[in-house]
């Protein structure tokens, strides 16, 4: 790492310090007392929204009532406090300066741990590319894009699925045989369920595999940057695209691209009504799954650290980046050979509270990487969502990371590589700031796998060693 990059990093430290710190001086400052309550009451109102979430979901009736109007009326009294002791304009100011400095403290770490997003490979165009299509993915998104029409016109072979009359295809065994008549490319157009089976057989044969975003939600489609609005674009890659070699997991013997999920979300995914009304079913759900978990009790072994009786695990192909690794987070990266595992135990509004306001850091919430999972029960079969599809397989059930098994096609213009802005570490923004050695022996970017000596941004990544965070 050049000089001047620190440099930059001191200083943009400062700034984060001096801006922190002023958020508080402005309040305290403004009227003494006054400005105390404000900050107690906005304290008070954040743990109090989110026990009242907590109850929203573990309780049912009068109880989720009151829950949610506690949700509500948590900010909403940090509002009135506000209100009532006219700080209006130094709230306000309290909370730009906070926002500044959280943004100059992330801007400082990125200044000696830059993000490295996945290196791509030169790709020449397949000469006999076959594309498996499900018409009713995504509500038909192969029709009303004309998917089928465009990849035949750049000279691919479509396959169709017959999805009339309810009969499943075994799309693998179509994979194979598109295989075996000499195609040079496989891809799906899909969801993830669908996509993950396909790749296993491109994986087999070494075959580079084309992602069509035309599932529901598509996970793996995001997370590779494409654009899940328009999966025609995706198509330029038969023409003008580029390789990313990406991991590949596997769940006794199945292969998955994002998410294996155990305990309370795998119990409700198994519900018949799960598929027309996600919501409403999870909702339903949750106050049997949560208030004494009456599942199955996991007992779960990643790498040398073990999680006792979590209610919920989720592991994941390549770990999940930011605070909230339950809510919304992204991979950056799906390449660093690594398992990402969450294990939540909640069982109380205060320990919900915390997990929403200290994320990762909460006590109920267990992050770390593995390479490997194992995940045993005190039953002989143990309900499982891989990819979101319900399965129930015996236990122990074991999941494990391929680095690097799958050649991805994707094209060179990908409109959603993710840039995931993560929590700052104020250890790192007090050492930068201080000139001092960075905290806990870490190297900048020590959880990214460097590259080969000599190695250009095109090369392959080698093997990532594991990390283990939270």
């Known amino acids: 790492m050049v000089s001047s990059g620190y440099s930059r990093a001191r200083v943009l430290a400062w700034l984060a310090l001096v801006a922190v710190a002023g958020s508080f001086t402005v309040l305290a400052a403004a009227s003494g007392a006054s400005a105390l309550l404000v900050v107690l009451v906005g304290v008070v109102g954040l743990a109090g929204a989110a026990a009242g979430l907590w109850l929203a979901v573990s309780r049912r009736g009068t109880v989720r009532t009151l829950g949610v109007l ?24 309290a909370l730009v300066l906070w926002t500044a400095g959280g943004a100059c403290a992330r801007w400082a770490v990125r200044q000696v741990r830059p993000p490295r997003p996945m290196r791509a490979i030169r790709s020449r165009r397949p000469d006999r590319p076959v594309l498996i299509m499900n018409p009713r993915s995504g509500g038909g998104k192969v029709g009303r894009f004309r998917l089928a029409e465009r990849a035949e016109a750049l000279g691919a072979r479509v396959i169709l699925l017959d999805t009339a009359g309810g009969v499943r295809q075994d799309v693998t065994e179509l994979a194979r045989q598109a295989v075996a008549q000499g195609a040079d490319l496989l891809g799906v ?7 993950a089976l396909v790749a296993e057989v491109a994986a087999e044969h070494g075959l580079p595999f084309l992602v069509l975003p035309a599932g529901t939600r598509n996970h793996f489609a995001m997370d590779l ?14 023409t003008d695209g580029e390789e990313l ?14 998410t294996v999920s155990f305990g309370v979300y795998a119990q409700v995914v198994q519900s018949p009504e799960y598929r027309d009304a996600k919501a409403g079913t999870a909702l339903d759900a949750m106050p049997d799954l949560l208030l004494g978990y009456s599942g199955a009790r996991l007992d779960v ?21 930011g605070p909230q690794p339950l809510g919304g987070a992204r991979r950056p990266r799906l390449d660093l050979g690594t398992l990402g595992v969450v294990g ?8 919900a509270a915390e997990v929403a306001l200290r994320g990762t850091r909460a006590a109920g919430l267990d992050v770390l990487t593995a390479r490997r999972v194992t995940v045993r ?22 999941c494990e990371i391929r680095p690097g098994a799958l050649r991805v096609l994707v094209p060179r213009d990908r409109p959603g590589v993710p840039v995931v802005r993560e929590r700052p570490d104020w250890r790192w923004v007090v050492a930068l700031a201080l000139g001092r050695p960075l905290p806990t022996g870490q190297t900048p970017a020590a959880d990214e796998p460097p590259p080969a000596d000599g190695t250009s941004p095109t090369d392959e990544p080698p093997p990532a060693g594991r990390t283990r965070n939270g």
């Open 70 to 93: 506690l949700a509500v009326c948590g900010p909403a009294a940090v509002l009135a406090a506000c209100t009532a002791v006219g700080l209006w304009t130094e709230a306000l100011a």
């Open 189 to 195: 157009a899909g969801g993830d369920g669908t996509q």
């Open 225 to 238: 940057g494409l654009d899940r609005a328009d999966p025609s674009r995706t198509l330029a890659a038969l």
């Open 245 to 258: 070699r990406v991991d590949l997991g596997r769940v006794s013997g199945r292969p998955f691209v994002n």
């Open 301 to 321: 072994r990643a790498d040398d650290a073990r999680l006792a009786a979590p209610q919920a695990v989720l592991v994941s192909n390549n770990p999940y980046a």
């Open 344 to 351: 939540i135990r909640v069982e109380s509004a205060a320990q």
């Open 377 to 398: 029960a005190d039953r002989p079969t143990i309900p499982v969502a891989v990819d979101g599809e319900a399965l129930s397989l015996p236990a122990p059930v074991d």
